[in-house]
């Protein structure tokens, strides 16, 4: 039952947030190993600066490099691990003189492994998962001020962050045949660990060092899949929730200050419809929507336009035979509502769209996919709107076996 099997993968890989995504990863225990180095240059170029605390971007870029290995074990048992490492810089305008400077951040980011494995025939799995704090923490004012627009949603870097601390995950997938679809039904527990954060997310200065404590959180996943016509249809809908975080800033010589925030729950629907012609290698239909409640505060009161709202639809394609050389295009829509709190690039609404072209090479058990991409978007940030020009290369290098 290959399509249960792919179901169950498609939900573990949402509980347990897998590089590889839930509708993604539908195969990942047909292949006894697989390996993905997917090195890429993204650049932002903005027609205005965008304010982003006291700085003016004028541009953002970023080269990343992650990897992906994931082999079997044991029959019907898989592990994967995956890392990344990147070299981001922003360039800035001074409104004083108009001269640019650069600011530069490069490091690791954290390790993530994680199991997934059947218990009971086709019908019960079990994933877990561990986030090794491998990823640079505790940056000084020019690192957390990069990373601050580096991790922005609205430009999709690759490589959004690094650290985020020690974490585990692990829950159950129950699967099932339902009116012809393949059910999944899956939950998940996560325990994560205190950590000296990007002290510019919370806005620390130089001379600042901020912990936190974050809470453990819950998910929920429900996909569903079937054959339609001469392709499959695959659908995943996801629920977070998190208890309470705790923040401790120490500044200098200074009093300690403590507070506290729980993240607003978030809800996520995925879907993809994929089919083979024998005018095309693969085609498929990608659309993703998730939303983000507001956050509460320290004495539980929600806070007002803290929430938002990301789309993103897309089309793909490969034109050629199997097993030999495929030219591959890749369109992609995406939506940012924007979060209401604060003016700057780093929670700014977004209205976009991107072309990726390239050519998927075979040799043997490896395929070379080197790749352009182009893009363009508007940018709100409240107080400003400017366009942005997004160019990009990249180099995907997979293997199985």
């Known amino acids: 039952m290959r399509m249960g099997r792919g179901l169950a993968c498609a939900v573990l890989s949402l509980l347990v947030g897998g590089a590889s995504g839930g509708l993604v990863?539908?195969?990942?225990?047909?292949?006894?190993?697989?390996?993905?180095?997917?090195?890429?240059?993204?650049?932002?170029?903005?027609?205005?600066?965008?304010?982003?605390?006291?700085?003016?971007?004028?541009?953002a870029s970023q080269l990343s490099a992650p990897i992906a290995v994931s082999f079997t074990?044991?029959?019907?048992?898989?592990?994967?691990?995956?890392?990344?490492?990147?070299l981001g810089r922003v360039i800035a305008r001074d409104p004083a003189t108009g001269e640019d400077y650069s600011l530069v951040l490069h490091g690791l980011t954290d390790a993530r492994l994680r199991t997934v494995g059947r218990l009971i025939r086709d019908r019960f799995w079990l994933t877990a998962g561990v986030n090794v704090p491998a990823g640079r923490t505790g940056l000084d004012s020019d690192q957390t001020a990069a990373i601050r627009v580096l991790g922005a949603p609205a430009l999709r870097m690759p490589t959004p962050a690094l650290g985020s601390g020690a974490g585990f995950i692990v829950g159950p997938v129950v699967t099932a045949r339902w009116a012809g679809w393949a059910v999944g039904l899956g939950a998940s527990f996560e325990l994560r660990s205190a950590y000296t954060p990007v002290e510019a997310t919370l806005g620390a200065a130089q001379n600042t060092v901020v912990d936190l404590d974050p809470g453990e959180a819950i998910h929920v996943s429900l996909g569903l899949d079937r054959i339609v016509g001469q392709g499959k249809l695959s659908v995943v809908f996801a629920a977070d929730r998190y208890t309470q975080d705790r923040i401790t800033v120490t500044t200098g010589g200074g009093p300690t200050v403590e507070a506290a925030y729980r993240l607003g729950p978030t809800v996520e629907a995925r879907g993809q419809y994929r089919v083979t012609t024998p005018a095309l290698r693969d085609f498929r239909i990608d659309a993703r929507v998730r939303r983000r409640s507001e956050f509460f505060d320290g004495s539980g009161s929600r806070?007002?336009?803290?929430?938002?709202?990301?789309?993103?639809?897309?089309v793909a394609a490969a034109f050629g035979a199997a097993g030999s050389t495929s030219v591959v295009v890749e369109g992609v829509f995406s939506r940012d509502s924007g979060i209401?709190?604060?003016?700057?690039?780093?929670?700014?609404?977004?209205?976009?769209?991107?072309v990726l072209v390239g050519v998927e090479v075979p040799f043997g058990r490896v395929r070379l996919v080197p790749h352009v991409r182009a893009g363009a978007a508007s940018i709100d940030t409240g107080p400003e709107t400017a366009?942005?020009?997004?160019?990009?290369?990249?180099?995907?290098?997979?293997?199985?076996?």
């Open 73 to 86: 074990p044991l029959r019907d048992w898989r592990v994967e691990f995956t890392g990344a490492y990147t």
């Open 340 to 354: 209401g709190v604060d003016d700057t690039l780093a929670t700014a609404a977004m209205t976009g769209a991107s």
């Open 303 to 314: 806070v007002r336009g803290s929430g938002g709202s990301y789309v993103d639809l897309g």
């Open 387 to 401: 366009s942005g020009r997004l160019l990009g290369v990249g180099l995907t290098v997979r293997s199985s076996w």
């Open 25 to 59: 990863a539908q195969s990942s225990l047909i292949d006894p190993g697989r390996v993905s180095l997917s090195p890429s240059a993204l650049q932002w170029t903005f027609s205005e600066p965008l304010a982003v605390d006291t700085l003016h971007v004028a541009e």
